[in-house]
């Protein structure tokens, strides 16, 4: 018998779209982060947009990025989420400017 299968490593490219600017957007992201163990960044992008990169276990990206939508969805009107491979690259979550 088998134990229990160690959560694969992921990382996410999400774009959020919306009024996501001037509203806390990157501050509320990094604070929630704090709860998880993840690495990457959140970014203001000149278009209006917010970008966030996030690397982690599979199941805390999952659980991240849904308490992220659900905190700030009365502003945002789009999410974009790409897989990508996972880097490691990070070694904590910040705000990028």
């Known amino acids: ?10 990382r996410k490219h999400v774009y959020y779209k919306g009024d996501v600017q001037g509203v ?3 501050y509320t992201t990094t604070r929630i982060a704090k ?17 966030v990169v996030v690397e982690g276990a599979e199941s ?3 659980v991240f990025l849904e308490d992220v ?19 490691g690259e990070f ?3 910040d705000i990028r400017f």
Do not use: L
């Not at 709860?35 to 970008?51: A, C, F, L, T, W």
């Open 1 to 10: 018998m088998r134990g229990p299968r160690a959560d694969v490593m992921v």
């Open 24 to 26: 806390g957007f990157r």
């Open 35 to 51: 709860h998880y163990q993840i690495s990457g960044y959140v970014k203001n992008m000149s278009d209006g947009r917010v970008e």
């Open 60 to 62: 805390e990206v999952k």
């Open 69 to 87: 939508a659900d905190t700030m969805k009365r502003y945002v009107r789009d999410r974009r989420i790409i897989d990508e491979p996972c880097s």
């Open 91 to 93: 070694s904590n979550f």
